[in-house]
């Protein structure tokens, strides 16, 4: 193959004339990578005002319903002996609870054997769920029984296995004292209803266990069931379990301990987490309020405007949105935010006056008509509603924040497209000199030739005439 190199043969430098024609042709890249970073940056700010309109509409949205209002605080003067809890459900209530007996579950021990040892004989253990009565003399109640059989080389573990395998309602441990071990039977439920009786047949190896049942009297090696006894507001109340959660609605009491004095509950509306709910709302607004500022201001010092200061998709979102949160809502004897002390700033943002706020709480019922009442009209709804739905149209498959996204993206696209063609012209415009300056080249390299050859024989034909 042979070597070419252009300008070798006639001087001419054809790589650099090359090179130079197509960075001409090049130079249009310039300007549309500017733009692409432009469009770049554009869309990178758009998914950051996507981001920052959801959560907006999200704190929109607990406002607008009743999450946002029906957080109810529960107290208790005593939690050490009873805790309290409410849920969504709850309402505003004051109870005295007194209690006079904690809820819990049967269990029976065997007697001590050593440890390891086989009870040495088969037979089988016979478990009844029921109830035993409050009589003097213990009576049970049957349900339901499984059977339990028992190998002669079962040891008291070996034991527990299978009466946990049988699945009876009841849960059996082993417990060591160093040198024996007990057969530990317990309900798995506590409250009178969940007992249990065992029914052990006359085999010298289950009897050596010893297990007994509350019938037996002084012989009876365990505890009884008992269901939990309290006093709210002095009307008497039971319970299966130490957990109480239909006392009233939405409201779980929880019990720990028999009382020596009356325990006071009071349930309320949690009026700082109300006021959190709204910090979330004003913050979220601000945030997104200081971005669309950001991306539409100029600044006269530096001369620099705003990734977005001119354009009408985005200076139209920003005055929507701060005209949505200056304008008035029907329903409530507030009807503005700055009733509530939520204050318009000259930036466009929200300031909160908390000494109107505080004072907007205590009429909680109209502050909450103020973000909730459906007019079914989006003019004069309350504000959480008109918020929460422009917030999501905002950012729905077909929203102005969606469509803002995709139309920068299709520019990016089409940018890309564009700065491809001027590639992909600069190399065949590149093909097309190198190949009409290499002929070029050899031309002029054979015209030296010759000019070299004629220069050459006309001085020997001046030395021939000489």
Do not use: C, H
Request: glycine fraction near 8%; hydrophobic fraction near 40%.
């Amino acid at each position: 193959m042979a070597i070419s190199a252009p300008g070798v043969g006639s001087g001419l430098d054809v790589n650099s004339i090359v090179t130079q024609l197509v960075a001409i042709e090049k130079q249009p890249l310039q300007a549309l990578q500017a733009k692409a970073s432009t469009f770049q940056s554009q869309l990178s700010l758009y998914s950051k005002v996507k981001s920052q309109t959801s959560a907006l509409g999200d704190a929109a949205a607990v406002l607008a319903g009743a999450t946002g209002w029906s957080t109810q605080k529960a107290v208790s003067s005593n939690p050490a002996a009873v805790g309290v809890t409410a849920g969504s459900a709850a309402v505003a209530a004051a109870l005295t609870i007194e209690v006079q007996q904690l809820a819990r579950a049967q269990s029976v021990a065997s007697v001590g054997v050593a440890t390891g040892v086989a009870v040495g004989s088969s037979g089988s253990l016979n478990i009844e769920l029921g109830s035993w009565s409050d009589d003097p003399v213990p009576v049970f109640t049957p349900g339901t029984s499984v059977q339990v059989a028992i190998g002669a080389a079962d040891t008291v573990a070996t034991i527990a296995s299978k009466i946990n395998a049988a699945g009876a309602g009841v849960t059996a441990t082993v417990l060591r004292d160093g040198t024996n071990e007990r057969l530990v039977i317990r309900s798995n439920s506590s409250g009178v209803a969940a007992g249990f009786r065992l029914n052990v047949p006359a085999d010298p190896g289950l009897t050596a266990l010893g297990l007994t049942n509350p019938s037996d009297g002084v012989g009876f090696v365990g505890q009884t069931a008992l269901d939990a006894k309290v006093k709210v507001n002095g009307v008497s109340v039971q319970s299966a379990t130490n957990k109480m959660t239909d006392v009233i609605p939405g409201v779980t009491l929880q019990l720990n301990q028999a009382t020596v004095a009356p325990v006071e509950i009071t349930v309320a509306n949690d009026l700082e987490a109300t006021q959190k709910n709204i910090q979330t709302f004003v913050d979220a607004y601000n945030a997104l309020n200081q971005t669309l500022a950001d991306a539409t201001k100029y600044d006269a010092a530096t001369k620099k405007a705003g990734l977005l200061q001119s354009d009408s998709t985005t200076v139209g979102l920003q005055n929507a949105l701060r005209s949505i949160l200056g304008s008035s809502s029907v329903g409530s004897t507030m009807t503005r935010l700055s009733d509530a002390g939520l204050e318009r700033q000259t930036d466009g943002s929200l300031k909160v006056n908390s000494t109107k706020l505080t004072s907007a709480l205590q009429d909680v019922d109209n502050l909450k008509k103020l973000f909730t009442t459906d007019n079914s009209n989006p003019l004069t709804n309350g504000f959480g509603l008109k918020v929460r739905d422009f917030a999501r149209g905002l950012v729905a498959f077909d929203g102005l924040v969606t469509n803002k996204s995709t139309a920068l993206q299709g520019s990016i696209s089409r940018n890309s497209k564009d700065q491809d063609r001027v590639n992909d012209r600069a190399s065949r415009i590149e093909v097309q000199l190198r190949k009409q300056y290499t002929a070029l080249d050899a031309q002029m390299a054979q015209m030296s030739g010759l000019s070299s050859y004629v220069t050459a024989q006309l001085a020997q034909w001046n030395k021939s005439t000489g």
